[in-house]
């Protein structure tokens, strides 16, 4: 494998590019000989889509997907603002 920060830059970019995920907010580290995958993503299809694409640009390498799925929730009752105060 090259430089960790290289191998970040490559994925990240592959992430970006890749029409399948097309992912800008996904954290990817390296640990040794271990991809680690983190960030929030709205379905599990996204999620292993993900993982696919770091897979095929790094065949071989042992992925660790901490990537969770958060599925969007209408909120509840109105919000309130307040005015700003001005100086």
């Known amino acids: 494998m090259e430089r960790p920060q290289y191998t970040v830059a490559h994925l990240r970019q592959a992430l970006a590019e890749d029409p399948r995920t097309a992912e800008l ?4 580290t390296i640990r040794g000989e271990v991809v ?5 993503v709205s379905s599990a299809e ?8 770091v ?6 390498a042992t992925v660790h997907n901490d990537i969770r799925v958060v ?3 209408a909120p ?3 919000e ?5 105060e001005r100086g």
């Open 46 to 53: 996204c999620r292993e889509q993900i993982e696919t694409v």
């Open 76 to 78: 509840e009752g109105a």
């Open 55 to 60: 897979r095929e640009q790094l065949p071989g």
């Open 25 to 28: 907010g996904i954290g990817v």
């Open 71 to 73: 599925l969007p929730v």
């Open 80 to 84: 309130t603002l307040e005015p700003a």
């Open 36 to 40: 680690v995958l983190g960030g929030e």
